[in-house]
C-alpha cells in the first residue's frame, strides 16, 4: 500500500531554516510528482510547490520561490522540502502529497510535519 | 492565480439529509483540448491530512462512498453528500490543478444539526 512517513516536528527560531523529510513506500517512486501543501492553524491548505521525482525539475508558487528547495533523493524514495528564514506566519503542519494519476489532483498525503517558528 | 471561492463557510444538515457545496473557480479549469475539468475535492476531518474525494470535478476515488458526487464545468462546481452520515462532518475542499499554483478554496466545515 502506499505510504507517505514525513519526519517529525520541528521548533526553529526566526531566520532560520527546516528541512522536511517524505519517505515513500509501495509504489514507483519516479513515476509520480510530489507537492507540498501547508496547513496553518485553524486556516486552509496552501500549496507550495511540486517537485519532480524523475529528473527534479520544481515549480514553486510564486510567494516562497527564492525561500524554498524541494529536492529528492530516488536511492532513498525521499522527497524534501527546506524553507530559509523562516517567520513566525510559517508556524503550520506541513504536507507532502503524491500525485494521483495525470496529475489530477492529490492522491496520497504524508501524516503532516508540525512546525513551530517562535523566539 | 486562479481563485477558488466556496460557499457556504459551513453548514449544518440533519443525518441523512442531502449537503451541497459549492466551489467557483475566477476562470475556467475546462481544458478545451480534452473536455476536462481540472477541479478536484477533499475531505479533511480534524487531526488527518486532507483526503481525495474526487478529481475531474465528477470522478470518485477508489472506496470513496457513491452518496458523495462532484458536478459542474467551467467555473462552477458542486460536491453533494446524498445522505449526510456522522462520519461526513469534516471539512471540505476544492482545489484546481489547472494551472499552477495550484489552489484550494477556503474550506466549507459540514456538521450535523
Known amino acids: 500500500q502506499v505510504e507517505l512517513v514525513q519526519s517529525g516536528s520541528e521548533l526553529k527560531k526566526p531566520g532560520a531554516s527546516v528541512k522536511v523529510s517524505c519517505r515513500a513506500s509501495?509504489?514507483?517512486?519516479?513515476?509520480?510528482?510530489v507537492s507540498w501543501v501547508r496547513q496553518a492553524p485553524g486556516q486552509g491548505l496552501e500549496w507550495m510547490g511540486w517537485?519532480?521525482?524523475?529528473?527534479?525539475?520544481?515549480n514553486y508558487a510564486r510567494r516562497f520561490q527564492g525561500r524554498v528547495s524541494m529536492t529528492t533523493d530516488t536511492s532513498a524514495s525521499t522527497a524534501y522540502m527546506e524553507l530559509r528564514n523562516l517567520r513566525s506566519d510559517d508556524t503550520a503542519v506541513y504536507y507532502c502529497?503524491?500525485?494521483?494519476?495525470?496529475?489530477?489532483?492529490?492522491?496520497?498525503w504524508g501524516q503532516g510535519t508540525q512546525v513551530t517558528v517562535s523566539s | 492565480d486562479i481563485v477558488m471561492t466556496q460557499s457556504p463557510d459551513s453548514l449544518a444538515v440533519s443525518l441523512g439529509e442531502r449537503a451541497t457545496i459549492n466551489c467557483k473557480s475566477s476562470q475556467t479549469v475546462l481544458y478545451d483540448s480534452n473536455n476536462k475539468n481540472y477541479l478536484a475535492w477533499y475531505q479533511q476531518k480534524p487531526g488527518q491530512p486532507p483526503k481525495l474525494l474526487i478529481n475531474w470535478a465528477s470522478t470518485r476515488e477508489s472506496g470513496v462512498p457513491v452518496r458523495f458526487s462532484g458536478s459542474g464545468s467551467g467555473t462552477d462546481f458542486t460536491l453533494a453528500i446524498s445522505s449526510l452520515q456522522a462520519e461526513d462532518v469534516a471539512v471540505y475542499y476544492c482545489q484546481q490543478y489547472y494551472n499552477t499554483p495550484w489552489t484550494f478554496g477556503q474550506g466549507t466545515k459540514v456538521e450535523i444539526k
Open positions: 517537485v519532480a521525482t524523475d529528473n527534479g525539475d520544481t
Open positions: 509501495g509504489y514507483t517512486f519516479t513515476s509520480y510528482g
Open positions: 502529497a503524491r500525485d494521483a494519476r495525470g496529475s489530477s489532483g492529490l492522491a496520497y
